[in-house]
């Protein structure tokens, strides 16, 4: 006999920094399986299954995105459970908003836009409460010339060398909408340093370590090691330039996911 089934999109966020990512794995602390603990808990052992919109690596935070819930019995007041799932996950996870969705709905495919933020300082060391937010670079750095830099990611290009060890049959080519350096007013705390950026890209989706891959590049030629076009070459899929800088995790937040309507 086949379960009923009922489907919810719930809105999440949760700091990354204690976490081996979103994706459950064995004997690491990781969201997914936090999250999973709890809806076994507060459901009572009801058969269910979490869906993410996407996953996040080691270390790296998000202010918002969604997961689907579909579980075998109703839910039917969407507050109260929404309050009830928050008390019991941990305090660096929070689900912000519950609504009803039906089978028709694919978190994944209807992930329309995704919004990332990579925050940084560079000059004295932070304090150590920043640690988990923004990535402090030693050396001064050339904003304009990062600024310069960034917005040549907007457009399709073919990111292979901002790729992850790309397979053959991985697909390289998209398109970026937006891409730019800005003076960060959006993240503050009186422990950040008084003056931060972040590095703003906005897309329909993003390859494993590919934003990291290109502040990496950005952070170069902010430094002088490489120039504007060593990017350009990096962005002409056709040398397969391998990368090697990978900015740290922490620093990238997913800022927001929007979905289809």
């Known amino acids: 006999m086949q379960r009923q089934q009922y489907f919810y999109i719930i809105g ?18 990781t969201v997914e399986k936090m999250v999973e603990r709890t809806f076994s808990y507060i459901l009572e052992r009801a058969y269910f299954k979490v869906i993410a919109s ?3 690596d080691a270390k790296v935070s998000v202010n918002q995105t969604y997961i689907e ?3 075998e019995k109703e839910i039917d007041d969407l507050a109260a459970f929404l309050m009830l799932f928050n008390q019991n996950l941990p305090q660096d996870i929070r689900a912000l908003s519950i609504e009803p969705t039906t089978k028709d709905f694919n978190i994944i495919k209807h ?8 925050v940084f300082s560079f000059g004295e060391k932070n304090h150590p409460f920043a640690a988990p937010f923004i990535h402090n670079a030693p050396h001064d750095l050339s904003i304009e010339l990062m600024q310069e830099a960034a917005q040549l990611f907007t457009g399709k290009h073919d990111f292979w060398s901002f790729c992850y060890k790309p397979k053959a049959e991985t697909q390289t080519v998209f398109e970026i909408q937006e891409a730019e350096i800005i003076e960060n007013t959006i993240y503050q705390a009186n422990f ?10 906005e897309g329909k989706g993003f390859k494993r370590q590919q934003i ?7 952070l170069d030629i902010g430094e002088h090691q490489k120039t504007i076009e060593d990017l350009k070459n990096a962005l002409d899929g056709t040398q397969r330039i391998k990368l090697e800088r990978i900015a740290p995790p922490s620093g990238l937040i997913l800022h927001r996911v929007e979905l289809k309507s």
């Open 192 to 201: 950040f340093p008084r003056k931060s950026y972040l590095f703003r890209v």
């Open 111 to 118: 992930a329309k836009r995704k919004e990332y933020h990579y």
């Open 54 to 56: 996407g996953r996040t």
């Open 212 to 218: 990291r891959l290109m502040m990496g590049m950005l």
């Open 69 to 71: 819930l579909i579980v």
């Open 12 to 29: 999440l966020q949760y700091l990354g920094f204690r976490f081996h990512g979103w994706q459950k794995q064995p004997e690491v602390k």
